[in-house]
Each structure stands twice: as structure tokens, then as C-alpha cells.
């Protein structure tokens, strides 16, 4: 199983930016995907999901400014935000699991982070 997260970069605050997670060795559309992020000195916390039914969650944090998508026959997952601010900064991670959880500890594979730095 490989996830290989891409897309991070530099951001003015109020900006935009799509971040790709690209999965090989499973069928992803079985399996909920996830998108962590990891602030420096912070834990690693939740930002969003979707279901293999479609169903999305997100964290309080970016809601109404993000969105997660899928291309399934690219075993593709996108995070898409906007109107990003400076504490979105951080490296943020493509994850999978069976199933559906807030906590990131909980979750089975993972790829490597990408970094996304919000400043002006």
C-alpha cells in the first residue's frame, strides 16, 4: 500500500491551493481516506475525510473552506482549501482506513506528508 500525498507550497493568507493524494496497492474507493495535518510542535489532528459512500466529514476548523474528492478510476484523493490563513500552515498526510475516526492514531496507512506554509 502507497499513498503519496503532493501539492504543498507557499500560500499568501486568503489563498488557494489542491492538494493530490495518489493511492496504489489497494482500491481506495473500499476504504475511507483521510487528510491530517501536523502543525509545528502541534499533534497531528483531523481535517477531512470521505467514505467510500461518498460521505465527507470535516474538522470545525476548516469547515465551509474545504473540500475532499475523489477520482476513483485515478485512485486519487484531493483536499482542496480556501481562504487559507496562517494556521493552516503545516505538513499535512493522506491517510486510509477501514473504517471512520477522528483520531489519526487510528488509522493504517499513511503517506508521506507535504508541506503547506500560509504567509504572506
Known amino acids: 500500500v502507497q499513498l503519496q500525498a503532493s501539492g504543498g507550497g507557499l500560500v499568501q493568507p486568503g489563498g488557494s491551493l489542491r492538494l493530490s493524494c495518489a493511492a496504489s496497492g489497494f482500491t481506495f474507493s473500499s476504504y475511507w481516506m483521510y487528510w491530517v495535518r501536523q502543525a509545528p510542535g502541534k499533534e497531528r489532528e483531523f481535517v477531512a475525510a470521505?467514505?467510500?459512500?461518498?460521505?465527507?466529514n470535516y474538522a470545525a476548523s476548516v469547515k465551509g473552506r474545504a473540500a475532499i474528492s475523489s477520482d476513483n478510476a485515478k485512485n486519487t484523493v484531493y483536499l482542496r482549501m480556501n481562504s487559507l490563513r496562517p494556521e493552516d500552515t503545516g505538513d499535512y498526510y493522506c491517510a486510509s482506513s477501514s473504517g471512520w475516526s477522528i483520531r489519526p492514531t487510528r488509522y493504517d496507512y499513511w503517506g508521506q506528508g507535504t508541506q503547506v506554509t500560509v504567509s504572506s
Open positions: 470521505m467514505a467510500r459512500s461518498g460521505l465527507t
